[in-house]
């Protein structure tokens, strides 16, 4: 049988090892999930959310070990990995506060007795996750998911493997019903298209890369399967020629290396206007060499390894092509000696759309800063690009930084506020970033049956 093995990113070490399923273990994990969806459909909302609420508990009462799992299987700081771990515990609470309201049904005036649109699970949902953010990328999809009635199949990044299975204890723990959400171990990728191609399963979300996202969209539609794709993401953040730098220039750090830089919704195009540039580059290129580099399980480090050692080959390959191109380099810019997949906080200066640091995602700990010719060429370029997730403006002028960013396509804008998803907002792209909703009361109908009724009194002859 073959088996996964997950690696310690800042060490190399292995940390575990599991069996995979084959055919016939997947098949009969397939059925015993559709079995239990078709009774869970039924459990009142009421019962759904109490459930949902257990796992908010366990989440804030095990955070500490949820948290060191992550850091060791993707390198996460530990202080963010806690944090991941609360915020689940926030969007499970949400949920459960809101469920019952959310999927009432929506009265309709028509010239029937009665009508009203009803929200009703599809059936059972595969979710493939990815692993920078191992608990946060299930729980913001099983969450609303499960608690409209569905079912759950998640099959996440092999290298957090641990996470996965400690996600589906997680449930059980809670008091769900045996094998309405379960983690499959896969080892082979064509299993993924056997699954979304079987009768059992009725949508797929996957959150991930392009490439990854054009699949699953693919196989999903030959078998006209519901999909929603989160993908990449080059966030521009625009500052504006009166922005207050000072104020702006942490917020700034904390944007682009959040996850050491491991996300797809880290600003990676800082659109600076010229008027304020010069500013900006000798402030971020201090506190971004200043930042504390080391192992993901210290309290004090910021910055963590890459999750993988390609990860470190890519990131190189895009700033070194980059800063022969013209770019300038102000801090970091190599990778870091010693066991690890560690890359230097870098910030690149003069770069240019035409460089892969602006024109291709940059999933890593790397900074690249665009100067603009007033406000609207800034828009200009952070508008050029072939993502649309989220965006963010930073003006004094509250208003003119709306207007100005209708200018901007993407899912999310935010005007002075580093950009991040929120259980109470929707969350997803448009252009290469995919397609459909996640979180607020647009996720939980993403996987429902909107359904029209309409009922009227016998006719009489």
């Known amino acids: 049988m073959s088996t996964v093995v997950t690696i310690n990113p800042a060490t190399g070490e292995k940390l575990e090892e599991y069996p995979g399923l084959d055919a016939a273990g997947l098949d009969a994990a397939l059925q015993r999930t ?76 028509t010239e029937a007795v009665t ?72 080892t082979q990728h064509s299993m993924v298209n056997d699954i979304i191609a079987d009768a059992r399963v009725a949508a797929v979300t996957l959150t991930g890369s392009e490439g990854a996202g054009a699949q699953v969209a693919e196989a999903a539609g030959r078998a006209l399967k519901k999909t929603v794709l989160e993908l990449g993401g080059s966030d521009p953040f625009v500052i504006l020629g009166d922005a207050d730098v000072p104020a702006i220039t942490p917020l700034a750090v904390r944007a682009r290396f959040v996850n050491t830089g491991q996300s797809c919704l880290c600003a990676k195009r800082f659109v600076v206007d010229k008027q304020v540039i010069a500013d900006f580059e000798a402030r971020v290129g201090e506190a971004v060499a200043a930042l504390k580099i080391g192992d993901p399980l210290n ?47 870098t910030v690149l200066a003069d770069v240019t759309p035409d460089m892969p640091v602006f024109n291709q995602e940059t999933f890593g700990p790397v900074m690249a800063i665009v100067k603009a010719d007033g406000a609207e060429n800034a828009i200009e370029l952070a508008d050029a690009s072939q993502y649309g997730l989220a965006a963010s403006i930073w003006t004094a002028d509250m208003n003119a930084g709306l207007e100005l960013g209708k200018g901007i396509n993407s899912g999310a804008l935010f005007v002075n506020g580093v950009v991040v998803s929120d259980p109470r907002l929707p969350f997803g792209g448009v252009k290469l970033s995919g397609y459909g909703r996640e979180l607020s009361i647009e996720g939980m109908h993403e996987f429902t049956n909107v359904r029209a009724v309409w009922a009227g009194a016998m006719p009489r002859a």
């Open 34 to 109: 559709w079995d239990a969806q078709r009774s869970w459909r039924h459990t009142p909302i009421s019962e759904r959310a109490s459930l949902l609420r257990n796992v908010a508990k366990l989440l804030r009462d095990e955070v500490d070990d949820h948290a060191r799992l992550i850091s060791l299987e993707m390198g996460k700081p530990i202080t963010e990995a806690r944090a991941e771990v609360l915020k689940c515990a926030v969007t499970c609470d949400y949920y459960a506060e809101h469920a019952e309201e959310f999927l009432a049904n929506k009265e309709v005036a």
């Open 115 to 186: 009508s009203f649109v009803s929200y009703e699970p599809l059936g059972v949902v595969l979710a493939v996750m990815p692993w920078n953010f191992p608990y946060w990328q299930v729980i913001r999809f099983a969450a609303p998911a499960l608690t409209s009635g569905n079912g759950g199949l998640l099959k996440h990044a092999s290298n957090v493997t641990g996470a996965a299975l400690a996600l589906h204890d997680l449930f059980v723990r809670a008091g769900y019903p045996a094998d309405v959400f379960q983690t499959l171990v896969l």
């Open 299 to 345: 309290d004090t480090t910021q910055i963590g390894p890459l999750a993988k050692p390609s990860f470190v080959d890519d990131i190189d390959a895009q700033v070194q092509q980059s800063l022969a191109m013209g770019a300038r380099l102000i801090t970091g810019g190599h990778r870091l000696d010693g066991p690890g997949n560690f890359y230097a906080p």
